[in-house]
């Protein structure tokens, strides 16, 4: 079967969690497809397990303050899209690695928001790969089967927390070579630089970050016919 892009109003998704490693992954990604979702009214939420803290050239800065610079430059990249919802997991940069205590908190993520569909990072090969993003797209997929499923596993969370098991039928890995659903962002492309534009401490030259997030969705859109989209690998976990 030749790659089609995927209709995403025919899917029964209505409840969509992305996780990731650092702020301004999901911008450079995914974020033309959660407008898709938000722009159907969808509820869509956040989950980063860092707060970028190293992600500066800056060394008259300490982590504590890029943190908070990049935690605000990702909320304001979440309003612009209607994301209502932004966890910050606080783990350190450059230093995530997919533990059973990472594990155990994006269970707990999992079964707060309750998603139909889970989009992260693809932890497996190119070769190179931030260890971060390796790390945080192993332990998401570790979490969402079986654990989260399973009400014996981190019982605790059930009863002392209020939550309940939750069955994720699918995610979607972004940055993958392998690539199989592809997303028309035609119309959203543009509310996707904005959000990326927002991170304003990871970025120079603004009129060349466009050019090249342009180029790259109008790559993507062209192995399926499309002047721009997003692609993913699809996990499917039922
Ligand atoms: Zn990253």
Redesign the pocket.
């Known amino acids: 079967m030749s790659p089609a892009p995927v209709d995403l109003a025919a899917l029964p998704i209505d409840r969509v969690l992305v996780i990731?490693?650092?702020p301004?992954?999901i911008e450079?990604w995914c974020a033309g497809t959660v407008c898709r979702f938000t722009d159907a009214g969808k509820y869509v939420a956040y989950v980063l397990c860092t707060s970028?803290d190293k992600g500066t050239s800056d060394p008259t800065l300490t982590p504590q303050q890029v943190a908070a610079i990049r935690e605000a430059e990702q909320k304001e990249a979440a309003r612009i899209l209607g994301v209502e919802s932004v966890t910050f997991l606080h783990w350190p940069d450059s230093e995530v690695e997919p533990t059973l205590a990472l594990r155990r908190e994006l269970v707990r993520q999992t079964r707060k928001h309750r998603p139909d569909l889970v989009i992260t990072h693809d932890p497996v090969p190119p070769y190179r790969l931030?260890p971060?993003?390796r790390a945080v797209g192993r332990a998401t997929l570790d979490a969402l089967f079986p654990c989260a499923r399973d009400p014996l596993t981190f019982a605790e969370q059930i009863r002392d927390e209020g939550l309940q098991a939750h069955i994720v039928p699918e995610v979607w890995l972004f940055a993958t070579e392998v690539p199989d659903i592809w997303v028309d962002i035609v119309e959203t492309l543009l509310r996707k630089i904005a959000a990326r534009l927002a991170h304003v401490s990871q970025h120079t030259d603004p009129q060349e970050l466009e050019r090249n997030w342009k180029k790259r969705a109008h790559d993507t859109g062209a192995m399926v016919g499309l002047s721009a989209a997003e692609a993913f690998k699809r996990v499917d976990l039922q």
Do not use: E, L, Y
């Open positions: 990731v490693a650092h301004d992954d450079s970028g931030h971060d993003h």
